[in-house]
Each structure stands twice: as C-alpha cells, then as structure tokens.
C-alpha cells in the first residue's frame, strides 16, 4: 500500500462521504492528505483520525479569495499539492426541479460550488502545479451529466456535464505541462448528499433498480480509481471520464 509514497493531496469536500474515504485512502497509500473542507470542524475531526499524514483546511470553493489563500497556506507550509481531488459539491434535493419550476436562485447555488467552485479549485490547482513540472487533477462528475438520470434535477445535472467539459479542456491545455486531469463518475453512493433517496424506500428501490451490478455505490468503491488516477500507474490517462457506477451509464 504504497502507490502515493512522497505525494501530498488536496481532497476537497473531504470532511464527510466520497472526499473523506479518498482521503483515508490516499493516507493509507502513503500520501500526505489536505482535508479541505468548508466545515471546518468536521474537516478538523477527519484530519485528527487519520492523524500526522492528514491536515485540515478551511476551503469554501465557491469563493476565489478562499481556494487562493488554502493554496498560498500550504505553498508556505511546505505542503503544496502535485494532486487535488476537485470533489466538493452540493444538490439541492426538493429545490432543483425540471426547468420550467426552476427559480434562478437554485440553478445559482448549484453552479457557484459545483460548477465555479470546481473551476476555481482547478485553476488554483493548475497553478500550484506548473512549478512543480506537473501533477493529477482529479474532478467528481455524475451520471446525470452523461444520460438522462438526472432530468428531474436541471441544475445539478447540468453542472456536473460543465465539470466533464472543464476536465477535458483543462487537460487539453496542461498535458504539455505534465498535468493529468480526469473525470470520475460515481452512480448512487449512500452519503449525507443523497439522504432524501436513501431514506425513501421506494425511491431507493428504484434508482438501485438502474444499477446493473444490483448495489448502491460506496464512497470506497470511488476512492480505488481514484487512487490510480493520482498514482503513476495513471501516468497515461488524461482528459477521461471513469465511469464508477455498477454500469448505470450503460443502460
Ligand atoms: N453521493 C452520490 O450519490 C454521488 C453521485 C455522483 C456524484 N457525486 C458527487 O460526489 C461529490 C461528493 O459528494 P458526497 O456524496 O460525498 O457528498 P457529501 O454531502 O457527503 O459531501 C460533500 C462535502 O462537500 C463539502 N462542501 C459543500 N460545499 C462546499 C464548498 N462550497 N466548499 C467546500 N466544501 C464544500 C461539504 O461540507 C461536505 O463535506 C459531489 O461532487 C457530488 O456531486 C455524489
């Protein structure tokens, strides 16, 4: 379990579900992890469990001043990132809707964190690593941003499709420069995100239903592509979207 030996990444929304377990996981692989989160008790709390390896950052992505200080903070620390995992995100379950019942508000707190926010991260990311000859860049997609899973969630699902566009372009512009950007896509993963489908039986029943392999996502399924993504054994992959999602995408 050595694969990220002398790394240091910088997970964002890593205080809880799929950013924490990639962060866990990174740890165990070796590398020095950043928890950068917006809560910053909680990213504290994930910080002090997986111990020395791990620090906690106080990171609002939807905010420039915020992602350019957390980058300058750990430049100064010794601590700047040749991997960042862009994975921070928000879906405004009982608020996004189809467009016609959308309200202007909800499609902008959706795209201020998932759509801003990923690109602030990215842009912030990129710049920390072009002095370093490169680094992985790592984004959380959605099927909703690949098929029509999402249709009942405008805002999100549009989103996610702009995060898949943001990578492949990033990666175009970069790959001279020794920068690796690529998409992982999770289906349905059982955390806080997605509680109104997990407490809902019927609803759960139904999206599980769409999952070839017969099982909800879990955060450490996420966090194994993710860690050859970051890893050398990734050193060829850029501009790609992986598709974690039981063969949701498929159908
Ligand atoms: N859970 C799923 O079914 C699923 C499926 C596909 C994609 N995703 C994506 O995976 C990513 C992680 O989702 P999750 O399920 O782990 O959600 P989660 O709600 O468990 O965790 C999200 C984390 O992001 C943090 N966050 C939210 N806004 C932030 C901001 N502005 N700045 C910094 N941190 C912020 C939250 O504090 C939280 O710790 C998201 O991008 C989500 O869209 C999730």
Known sequence: MTRLMGKTALITGAAT?????VAERFSVEGARVVIADRDTQAAASAAQTIGASARALTMDIADETSVAAGFAELEGLGWTPGVVVANAGVQLFGHDAPIADLDLDVWRRTMDV??????LTVKHAVRAM???GGGSIILTGSPTGVNGEGRDFTAYSTSKAGIHGLGRTVAAAYADRGIRVNTVIPAYTETSLVTTITSDPAARAAIIGRIPLGRAGTPEDIAGTMVFLASDDGAFATGALFQVDGGMTTI
Do not use: S
Not at 17 to 21: K, L, Q, V, Y
Not at 114 to 119: A, H, I, M, V, Y
């Open 17 to 21: 579900g799929i950013g924490r377990a």
């Open 114 to 119: 998932n759509l801003t926010g990923t690109f």
């Open 130 to 132: 072009l002095p370093l």
